[in-house]
């Protein structure tokens, strides 16, 4: 096999198990509330996804950081098996205590995919290839947002809900053959180092103990005594975790990657655009259902109308850094995202008002996501890159726990700081008429959190202006 061909079978190998991990998490979104049905479980509603979620931020910079030192192709095998193995247990699981212990396993498998998929791209391509590359694997977070509510619902119609795990088996092991036969030699060697095994541990501890705390601060409120006791459990990891990573010539956590500029302002500013993507998929489709009184489909559907001008941007990444500095792009981006969310912010009356705003924001999200993950690739040299991908994508998630924490408060707030029930009625039914009894409140609570993602994307502004004004070409390390 030539290196070209080797190349392109394992490129399609990454794409294959990055789709894997995508859909993980929107098929099983959809599926949820039968699965739910089925398990009794409509108490616990959110902790399949928010065990999935946890396992797969904590683990993105220990997959990243591991790979840099033992090499890609073996980790890749290792979180697609991992990924399965958790979908065959949710697959046969009797329980929301195994089904929610079976999406954690899923969810160290992702975090692996989600860390190594960019970095073994980035391994094979050169920077005006690799722009154009990135650019289509981020694509394939939109082909997962389009085709992932209509895959659930095919297979949960005319199969089970168990079927949506099953199906991962035969893409999963297609992606591990591709990659593992065709993964170049010269990039599975072992870099130079050792692995810092106890700041690996500490910071999946406090990584953990901080998302607790993000999420316990958003359902039960910043001065709960439990929201507290993960707070005070975060913060005394995170000193031991610093002080005993100073002490190291070569630290678990990459943190002097922070004093490099561009890594930096662009690490922070793509922090503050996973705020703003997570504040409209948690409640475009409750302002749909609730204030316009349209079917939940039709507000899946505004989620897709973000993601097409998302998924034409990050096609269109080489061609923008060719021209545009990541300053400039970024900075338009955050512009596209504050618009959409004022617009969010005003009475709307039809779709077309809903619609308007999801196109701007899928644009600037377009605009930055992609272009400001290549930022950070080229801030490194290629010995330090998955240290630097994994890294910045668990910036972004961390950031993100945070402000849906603050917009979870926000939320809950106008209800008197306690879900609805109609709200837990309306998952449990799907029925979107229950929400007719909430609407003012709903309408209030709304305009709260969109104006926390006005708020998030004029902070994700400044920090764009933090960016250096050299086009990639001229801020290119290797």
């Given at each position: 096999m030539s290196d070209v061909s080797q190349r392109k079978t394992a490129t399609w190998g990454i794409l294959l198990g990055l789709l894997l991990a995508a859909l993980d998490g929107t098929v099983v979104a959809t599926v949820l509330p039968r699965i739910l049905l089925e398990l009794s479980g409509f108490g616990l509603y959110f902790l399949p996804n928010a065990a999935f979620m946890l396992c797969q931020t904590i683990s993105t910079p220990l997959w990243g950081r591991l790979s840099d030192v033992h090499g890609r192709g073996r980790f890749h095998l290792a979180a697609v098996v991992v990924l399965l193995l958790g979908s065959v247990l949710c697959g046969l699981s009797t329980s929301m205590a195994a089904l929610c212990a079976s999406r954690a396993v899923q969810g160290l498998g992702a975090g692996g995919l989600f860390a190594l998929s960019f970095t073994m791209i980035a391994d094979l391509y050169d920077l005006?290839?690799?722009?154009?590359?990135?650019?289509?694997?981020?694509?394939?977070?939109?082909?997962?947002?389009?085709?992932?509510?209509?895959?659930?619902?095919?297979?949960?119609?005319?199969?089970?809900?168990?079927?949506?795990?099953?199906l991962n088996l035969p893409v999963g092991l297609l992606s591990i053959a591709l990659v593992q036969t065709s993964w170049p030699k010269k990039a599975v060697e072992a870099r130079a180092g050792k692995t810092d095994f106890l700041g690996a541990g500490l910071l999946a501890l406090a990584s953990a103990s901080l998302l607790a705390f993000f999420g316990l601060a958003g359902r039960m409120g910043w001065t709960d005594p439990k929201t507290l006791?993960?707070?005070?459990?975060?913060?005394?990891?995170?000193?031991?975790?610093?002080a005993v990573e100073r002490r190291l010539p070569d630290p678990f956590l990459s943190y002097d990657l922070f004093r490099n500029r561009l890594f930096a302002a662009g690490a922070l500013t793509g922090m503050c655009g996973m705020i703003c993507m997570f504040d409209v998929i948690l409640h475009v489709p409750l302002l749909v259902v609730g204030l316009l009184n349209r079917d939940q489909k039709v507000g899946g559907l505004m989620l897709t109308v973000m993601m097409i001008p998302w998924m034409a941007c990050s096609g269109a990444t080489k061609p923008l850094l060719a021209r545009f500095s990541y300053r400039g792009l970024a900075t338009t981006g955050m512009l596209f995202c504050a618009a959409a969310y004022a617009l969010l912010r005003l009475p709307i009356a039809s779709l077309w008002g809903v619609a308007g705003p999801m196109l701007l924001l899928g644009t600037g999200l377009g605009l930055t996501v992609a272009?400001?993950?290549?930022?950070?690739?080229?801030?490194?040299?290629?010995?330090?890159?998955?240290?630097?991908?994994?890294?910045?994508?668990?910036?972004?998630?961390?950031?993100?726990?945070?402000?849906l924490a603050v917009m979870g408060s926000l939320f809950l707030a106008a209800f008197g700081g306690k879900e609805p029930e109609a709200l837990a009625q309306f998952r449990q039914t799907q029925d979107a008429s229950v929400m007719k009894a909430v609407g003012p409140e709903l309408a209030v609570a709304l305009s709260r959190v969109f104006t926390a993602g006005l708020v998030a994307a004029l902070l994700g502004l400044v920090c764009a202006l933090g960016l250096p004004k050299g086009r990639a070409a001229e801020l290119k390390v290797e």
């Open positions: 005006e290839k690799r722009a154009k590359m990135q650019g289509a694997i981020s694509s394939v977070w939109g082909v997962a947002a389009l085709a992932g509510p209509f895959i659930g619902d095919w297979v949960t119609d005319y199969w089970s809900w168990r079927g949506v795990f099953w006791g993960a707070a005070g459990a975060a913060l005394a990891l995170i000193a031991v975790l610093v272009p400001l993950l290549i930022g950070a690739q080229n801030a490194v040299p290629k010995a330090r890159l998955g240290a630097a991908t994994s890294l910045t994508q668990f910036t972004r998630s961390m950031g993100a726990g945070l402000g």
